[in-house]
């Protein structure tokens, strides 16, 4: 079964840094890109960090470039992202994504998401 578990949320102060890991099994990891995104209340659920399987090339949101940043270690099957300098603006539930081009499309897991909360 495959499954994608996130964690490292939590509440912070404007400023601050969190790093969010996304745990993956079930699948071959190294053979997918991986991404983060969020989503706050009422709003749509938008990409803000990815990272190609290919090259490890990424590409982040222009609201979080300089801040953020996505890593992967494929030995430990486990994305990770790195949040610093903290606004109250980035404060929505974060999901992790795993996606595969292939024939007819493409496959992609979802975690079940981690609340990060900027606030004083």
């Known amino acids: 079964q495959v499954q994608l578990v996130e964690s490292g949320g939590g509440l912070v102060q404007p400023g601050g840094s969190l790093r969010l890991s996304c745990a993956a099994s079930g699948f071959t990891f190294s053979s997918y890109d991986m991404s983060w995104y969020r989503q706050a209340p009422g709003k749509e659920r938008d990409m803000v960090a990815h990272m190609s399987t290919v090259d490890g090339s990424t590409n982040y949101a222009d609201s979080v470039k300089g801040r953020f940043t996505i890593s992967r270690d494929n030995a430990k099957n486990t994305v990770y992202l790195q949040m610093n300098s903290l606004k109250p603006e980035d404060t929505a539930v974060y999901y992790c994504?795993?996606?595969?081009?292939?024939?007819?499309?493409?496959?992609?897991?979802w975690g079940q998401g981690t609340q990060v909360t900027v606030s004083s």
């Open positions: 994504k795993a996606r595969r081009v292939r024939l007819g499309g493409e496959l992609a897991y």
